[in-house]
C-alpha cells in the first residue's frame, strides 16, 4: 500500500532545493516541493493519466530538478 | 577479523602461514563466507530440502546474483545503480511486445545498454550524484513500463521458446543458471584480468589519482554503467522467457536482494574494494536464505525483515567500518562526560 511514499517524498525533498549532499536547504522549500509534486500528481489523476506516467513523471522531475541544479552551479563556478 | 586487521597488507610472508594471512587480510569476502557457513549448516539441519531439491535455490541464486553482478561493476567505482530493478522490467516488457523472439531480445538487451548510457550521461556530463539520477530513472522506467505494456502482464508470443528455456540443459542446470554462471565468468575476468576492468577500482579507489594516472575516468564510469543495464536487461529477459509473459511490476524485490548480495559479499559502498566473487558468494547464501525461509512457511515480509537486519548487519560488520564504529561509540558515551573539542 504505501510502496513509493517514500520515493515521493524524496522527489518533493529534491524538487524543493535541498541539497542531497547536505548543507542546504529549508523546511519551507520542502513544503513548496511537496505542494508541487502534490499538485502535479493531482493534475495527472485528473486528467486520467495512469499509474505508469505519473512515475514517469515523477522520475523525469527527479533528473531534471537535479540537472538544473547541478549545471547551475557549474555555471557559477566558472 | 580484528585479528587480520593487524597484519600489514604488502607484507611478503616469508613462511606459508603468513602468506595465508596476508592473503586472507587482502580478501574482502570474509563476512561473505562466514554468514555462507552459517546460512549453509543451519539450513543443513533445520530445513535439507533446500539442498536436495537444489535446482530451486539454484534458479534463486541466479535470479538475486544477476542483477548483483552487474551492480558490483558500479559499485566498485563508488556509484550507485538504483535503476536495475526498473531496467530489469522494462527490457521485459519491451522484449515480449516484438512478435519476433530473436529480435525482441536483442531489442531488450539494446535498451539495457541506452539506460546505462543514460544514467553515466547523468552522472558524468551534469554531475549528479548518481545515487539521485538513478533514483529519478528507477520511477522513469518502472512508469515506463507500465506505459508500455497497459499496466498488466505481456504475454509472450513465442510461449513454447519460454517453456522450453525453463527445462534443464545440461543435467539439472537450466539455461538461467548456465547464463548466470557465464556472465559471473565473464565479468569477474573482465574486473580481474582486463585492463580496463582493473582500472574500475582505481576509478573507485582514489578518482582524482585515477585521473591524473591517465585513466579515461569519465568513459570508465559510461562502461560501468552500461555493463549494469545490460546485465538488467539480460535478467529482464530471463525472467520474461521464463514466465512466458512480462510483468511492468517485474523486480521489485530484486533491487534490496541484489544491494545485499553485493554489500554482503564485501564489496565497499565507497568503491574500490571488492570482487565479484564475494558477490557470488554473498548472493548465494541470500538464496539459500530466502529458499529456506520460504519453505519452512516464512511470510515474504518477515523474509525481508531478515534481509534487512543481514544487510545492516553486514554493513556494521565491515572491517573498516568497524573501527569507526566502535571508534565512534566510545566518543559518543565519552563526550557525554566530556565533551571533547571540535567534536
Not at chain 2, 23 to 39: H, Q
Not at chain 2, 80 to 103: C, F, Q, R, W, Y
Not at chain 2, 215 to 225: A, H, L, Q, Y
Amino acid at each position: 500500500m504505501s510502496t513509493g511514499f517514500d520515493f515521493r517524498a524524496l522527489a518533493a525533498i529534491i524538487v524543493g532545493g535541498t541539497s542531497v549532499f547536505g548543507g542546504r536547504g529549508s523546511v519551507m522549500r520542502t513544503l513548496l516541493g511537496v505542494v508541487f509534486v502534490s499538485v502535479l500528481t493531482n493534475i495527472m489523476v485528473l486528467s486520467g493519466l495512469g499509474f505508469g506516467y505519473q512515475q514517469m513523471a515523477i522520475g523525469a522531475l527527479i533528473v531534471a530538478a537535479v540537472s538544473i541544479d547541478a549545471l547551475a552551479r557549474k555555471a557559477a563556478v566558472t | 577479523m580484528n585479528q587480520r586487521q593487524g597484519i600489514q597488507l604488502g607484507e611478503e610472508g616469508g613462511n606459508f602461514i603468513r602468506r595465508v594471512r596476508t592473503t586472507l587480510a587482502r580478501r574482502t569476502e570474509g563476512r561473505a563466507v562466514a554468514l555462507l557457513l552459517v546460512v549453509g549448516i543451519g539450513t543443513w539441519i533445520l530445513e535439507p530440502v533446500v539442498f536436495t531439491s537444489y535446482p530451486v535455490t539454484l534458479g534463486r541464486i541466479a535470479l538475486i546474483g544477476l542483477v548483483a553482478l552487474g551492480l558490483t561493476v558500479v559499485i566498485l567505482m563508488g556509484e550507485l545503480d538504483l535503476a536495475v530493478a526498473s531496467t530489469l522490467a522494462v527490457a521485459g516488457v519491451v522484449m515480449a511486445s516484438i512478435d519476433n523472439l530473436a529480435l525482441g531480445i536483442v531489442v531488450a538487451l539494446a535498451v539495457g545498454l541506452v539506460i546505462g548510457a543514460v544514467n553515466a550521461f547523468f552522472v558524468v556530463v551534469f554531475g549528479i550524484n548518481s545515487f539521485i539520477a538513478t533514483l529519478g530513472m528507477l520511477f522513469f522506467l518502472r512508469g515506463a513500463a507500465f506505459v508500455l505494456s497497459g499496466e498488466e502482464p505481456v504475454r509472450l508470443t513465442n510461449i513454447d521458446a519460454g517453456i522450453s528455456f525453463g527445462k534443464p540443459l545440461i543435467g539439472d542446470f537450466t539455461p538461467r543458471i548456465l547464463l548466470f554462471i557465464l556472465a559471473f565468468v565473464a565479468i569477474h575476468i573482465f574486473v580481474t584480468r582486463v585492463r580496463v576492468g582493473r582500472e574500475f577500482y582505481a576509478v573507485g579507489g582514489n578518482r582524482e589519482a585515477a585521473y591524473d594516472a591517465g585513466i579515461p575516468v569519465k568513459r570508465r564510469i559510461f562502461t560501468g554503467f552500461m555493463i549494469s543495464g545490460f546485465v538488467a536487461a539480460l535478467a529482464g529477459v530471463i525472467n520474461t522467457l521464463e514466465r512466458t509473459a512480462a510483468d511492468p511490476t517485474a523486480g521489485s524485490t530484486v533491487l534490496l536482494a541484489s544491494f545485499a548480495a553485493a554489500i554482503i559479499g564485501g564489496v565497499l559502498l565507497n568503491g574500490g574494494r571488492g570482487s565479484v566473487f564475494g558477490t557470488l558468494l554473498g548472493a548465494t547464501s541470500l538464496g539459500i536464505l530466502q529458499v529456506a525461509l520460504t519453505l519452512s512457511g516464512v511470510q515474504v515480509d518477515v523474509q525481508n525483515i531478515i534481509i534487512g537486519l543481514v544487510l545492516l548487519l553486514a554493513l556494521i560488520t565491515d572491517p573498516t567500518t568497524l573501527k569507526t564504529v566502535l571508534g565512534n561509540a566510545r566518543s559518543f558515551f565519552q563526550g557525554r562526560s566530556s565533551p571533547q573539542p571540535g567534536g
